[in-house]
């Protein structure tokens, strides 16, 4: 189409730069952007769903971190640190509705994924099928092949009309990676039940992005990672949740001393905790533990309703300038089932990326055609999505 004019209007919709900008200043989390160190404002960045922006805070925290408790503190620290994964999990409660003891923040989210996977086989002894779409996130998939391997196990693709009556086990997203297209939730956990089958939801594009209520959505398994929207930092821990009812009899298969019910007795045989501790290993990540928690504590402070609302207006603002500059995406126009990145299609995809890059926009691409434009509602401005998409029609025109 070629419109990259200042002001363009079609089927009642007019987007312009100086439309971005009125949003821009109307917009109530706008203070936010300033809770971040942003050393270049000039930077379009679109990838926050992959990698939030760095919270002052969390520096602030980090340096006395390092300071204090361990370069002053050092071992007596850990009276305090000890705890961390399952406080730092409580702080999940503004973010997924979970409850108090019901999410420990530890490890990575492939390895939480392993054990939730395990937990929910051993809740099932009696089937022997594992479900996963073939198009699912790679970890996902491969941790569930691999368990299946493993344990002689049938691996089945999830298809719409999938029959889940010897089903064990299903994975899945909640939001699309490359679409960002909103799973029903609540629909396919009612039916999984029904059929006898558990359900481990993955939340990594989920959580600090959309509103989501574990349990008001009967969600009784999920992991997710902490460092996309909920801006925990390049590394940062994973989570685990586990309604309460199902902890006592979670057996996950890698035992490890934080889960011990007396930790420090240290000739007695493994005997976990009855609670959500009961799936912690080893040593927890304390820098990386306390990154993510002014993370989480900044989104809950922000309020996921807000949160969603802006990220709603911004990908609606988002297609809107994808129809004008006739740029073909395949994110869902429905805003209550989408999450907040823009799939945009090209042949070309992996060479615009760079292009992009070179004129100061940050994005990034999914095979074999999709580039996504991540907007991250703490950070991204609407004038962000103007500028990253204006840059990218003229560099299409210009192909």
Not at 211 to 228: N, Q
Request: charged share 25%; with cysteine.
């Amino acid at each position: 189409m070629g419109a990259s004019s200042a002001t363009i209007q079609q089927n009642d919709v007019v987007v312009s730069r100086s439309v971005a900008q009125e949003l821009d200043s109307n917009d109530p989390l706008a203070s936010f952007r300033r809770e971040f160190v942003i050393p270049d404002d000039g930077l379009i960045y679109l990838d926050g769903n992959s990698l939030g922006r760095t919270p002052k805070r969390t520096v602030e925290r980090l340096r006395n971190v390092v300071e204090k408790e361990w370069a002053g503190d050092l071992i007596l620290s850990w009276e305090h640190w000890l705890d961390l994964p399952r406080r730092v999990g409580d702080r999940m409660s503004a973010i997924i509705g979970s409850r108090p003891g019901e999410v420990v923040v530890h490890d990575s989210t492939t390895l939480n994924l392993y054990q939730a996977v395990h937990i929910a086989i051993g809740l099932r002894p009696d089937r022997r099928v594992l479900v996963v779409a073939d198009d699912e996130f790679p970890t996902d998939r491969y941790v569930v092949e691999g368990i299946a391997s493993d344990l002689g196990l049938t691996v089945r693709w999830l298809a719409p009309d999938i029959d889940l009556s010897d089903v064990a086990v299903v994975v899945r997203s909640v939001i699309d990676y490359r679409t960002a297209e909103i799973a029903d939730v609540k629909a396919f956990t009612d039916e999984a039940r029904r059929a006898g089958a558990m359900v481990i939801w993955d939340l990594s594009h989920t959580v600090g992005a959309i509103e989501f209520d574990v349990h008001d959505l009967g969600v009784e398994l999920a992991v997710g990672c902490t460092y996309k929207y909920l801006n925990g930092g390049p590394g940062a821990p994973a989570f685990t949740f586990i309604a309460e009812p199902l902890q006592r009899v979670a057996q996950q298969p890698i035992r490890g001393w934080f889960a011990q019910k007396d930790q420090f007795a240290m000739e007695r045989p493994f005997e976990p905790h009855e609670d959500i501790r009961r799936v912690l290993l080893g040593t927890p990540h304390i820098l990386s533990l306390v990154a993510a928690e002014e993370g989480i504590s900044l989104s809950a402070r922000a309020g996921m309703r807000a949160i969603a609302a802006k990220g709603r207006a911004l990908t609606a603002f988002g297609l809107d300038l994808c129809d004008h500059f006739g740029l073909p995406t395949s994110t869902p126009r429905d805003p209550d089932r989408r999450g907040h990145h823009l799939a945009v299609h090209h042949p070309d995809a992996k060479e615009l990326l760079s292009q992009l890059a070179a004129k100061n926009v940050i994005a990034d691409s999914r095979p074999p055609d999709i580039l996504r434009f991540g907007m991250s509602p703490l950070t991204t401005r609407f004038t962000d999505v103007w500028d990253g998409l204006e840059i990218l029609d003229r560099l299409t025109q210009s192909r």
